[in-house]
């Protein structure tokens, strides 16, 4: 997507939360919260449960992980955007996402911080239909937490065998995601309507994986601020040979440094060099 589509999508996303009334809240009466005088900081500590890469399943498409503590992210984004997908060895999809990671990034961080949710890392998976889901560990104190949501995000949270799914009903002003709360303190937003067919994808029974599943891909790829790696049927670009599709999986990866982005243990180098407009630095990021 064009950069200018994607900064109007951006911004269009967060005029929705500005625009929409504190007052029109809606909140199951049987499991409503009392509001609380302020509301708190729903950091990734506070809940014990492992990992929250272990839940993304074996058959996810693209797997993108930032770390939000890193000093280096801003500039690590401002390299990441050099990404070029017809010059690049990696599939078309990865390109466009590491790419736009930048412009996501900023809104999704405005979305978590408006109910309170400022996580260390957070993981952008995507669906083997395209469909987007972004995961993040946080509050293992349901009410508080499903008040924050409710509150912040004006969703209706319902109750289900395996956590809390959150969605608009409301004609105008709705909020464009909605809102997962997994066992184990995780939280995931994924595209307004597609709640219930997410949650069932995240929490089914993983099925045979044909290689490493991307959890344990990425955890042998070295620490850096952005890392991803995908699975061998991403949409490739034309200028990859057909023998690169079935190479081991090992080598579908990349990190992205502020000086470097590195492909598959290969250091690649864009045509022009980034420009920092400033945008990704951290006065320019939710806290």
């Not at 000093?71 to 990696?90: E, F, I, K, N």
């Not at 239909?129 to 946080?138: A, K, R, Y």
Request: glycine share 6%.
């Amino acid at each position: 997507m064009p950069g200018g589509r994607r900064a109007c999508h951006s911004l269009l996303a967060m005029l929705a939360l500005a625009c929409q009334p504190a007052s029109t809240s809606r909140r199951s009466s049987k499991h409503a919260s009392s509001p609380s005088p302020s509301r708190p900081s729903m950091v990734d500590s506070t809940c014990p449960g492992g990992e929250v890469l272990a839940w993304a399943p074996v058959d996810t498409k693209v797997l993108v992980h930032v770390d939000l503590r890193d000093d280096t992210l801003a500039h690590a984004l401002t390299r990441s955007s050099t990404l070029d997908s017809g010059v690049a060895p990696v599939p078309i999809l990865v390109a466009a996402i590491v790419a736009e990671l930048h412009w996501e990034l900023r809104t999704i961080r405005f979305i978590l911080a408006n109910a309170g949710f400022y996580p260390n890392k957070i993981v952008r998976l995507t669906a083997l239909d395209g469909t987007t889901v972004w995961l993040w560990h946080g509050e293992c104190d349901f009410p508080v937490a499903r008040h924050a949501i409710e509150t912040a995000w004006h969703l209706d949270m319902i109750e289900t065998s395996a956590g809390w799914r959150g969605h608009n009903s409301a004609t105008k002003h709705a909020f464009p995601y909605d809102a997962l709360v997994l066992p184990g303190g995780r939280f995931a937003l994924v595209p307004a309507g597609t709640a219930a067919r997410m949650h069932g994808w995240l929490m089914a029974a993983p099925p045979p994986a044909p290689s490493r599943p991307p959890a344990e891909l990425l955890g042998l790829v070295p620490a850096a601020p952005i890392r991803a790696v995908w699975s061998g049927d991403a949409l490739l670009g034309s200028h990859v040979a057909d023998d690169q599709v079935r190479v081991e999986p090992v080598s579908r990866w990349l990190r992205v440094t502020p000086s470097d982005i590195e492909i598959g243990g290969t250091l690649w180098q864009p045509l022009q060099q980034p420009r920092d407009d400033g945008t990704n630095r951290p006065e320019h990021q939710a806290p």
